[in-house]
T-cell receptor, first 112, second 113 residues
């Protein structure tokens, strides 16, 4: 079955550093992958979508890569700020109806 | 343009009662998804609906749970005879097309006593 894996351990970094979060998927090849941010008690918010023919996508301080050979997506936040502290979810679509399958999420804590 | 509206935001039910959660998608969106999130866990897909049709209900428990998205009005997630294990946050999301980004509501938090 399709499986999505994200680092389950929280990632703690110092303000100003680059945060790198990993998303691995197995048993299928999604045509695209989305990343979301979720704050405690809130609904997820869309950040970026990257397609299989795109190696990299950027939006302000965010960068996402998509390696279809490794079956992995990396999510980078450069010049991190305490306001970036949240849980980040990767979500490729399922192979049949296209519904998004969410990883468990990685919690990022940026310390001032 | 109002976002995805979910209500109630918090709902308390006793075991055996029914819970009805409502979701109004963003204007113009015809694709609605329901996800469940248990404390400290990820979002688990439940059901995908379009107007008057259930497209994918592979994540719905076989009993007690049902969902609808009528031609008029909000989408409803209905849980009959609730049990303590149903306590969770239920999120609704909508999209313009089924390959696009999802817009989530703020969730309905169900507590079963």
């Amino acid at each position: 079955s399709q499986k999505i894996e994200q680092n389950s351990e929280a990632l703690n970094i110092q303000e100003g550093k680059t945060a790198t979060l990993t998303c691995n998927y197995t048993n299928y090849s999604p045509a695209y992958l989305q990343w979301y941010r979720q704050d405690p008690g809130r609904g997820p918010v869309f950040l970026l979508l990257i397609r299989e023919n795109e190696k990299e996508k950027r939006k302000e301080r965010l960068k996402v890569t998509f390696d279809t050979t490794l079956k992995q997506s990396l999510f980078h936040i450069t010049a991190s700020q305490p306001a970036d502290s949240a849980t980040y979810l990767c979500a490729p679509p399922s192979s049949n109806t296209g519904k998004l399958i969410f990883g468990q999420g990685t919690t990022l804590q940026v310390k001032p | 343009n109002a976002g995805v509206m979910q209500n109630p935001r918090h709902l308390v039910r006793r075991r055996g009662q029914e819970a009805r959660l409502r979701c109004s998608p963003m204007k113009g969106h015809s694709h609605v998804y329901w996800y469940r999130q248990l404390p400290e866990e990820g979002l688990k897909f439940m059901v995908y609906l379009q107007k008057e049709n259930i497209i994918d209900e592979s994540g719905m428990p076989k009993e007690r749970f049902s969902a609808e998205f009528p031609k008029e009005g909000p989408s409803i997630l209905r849980i009959q005879q609730v049990v303590r294990g149903d306590s969770a946050a239920y999120f609704c999301a909508s999209s313009l097309q089924n390959t696009g980004e999802l817009f989530f509501g703020e969730g309905s938090r169900l507590t079963v006593l």
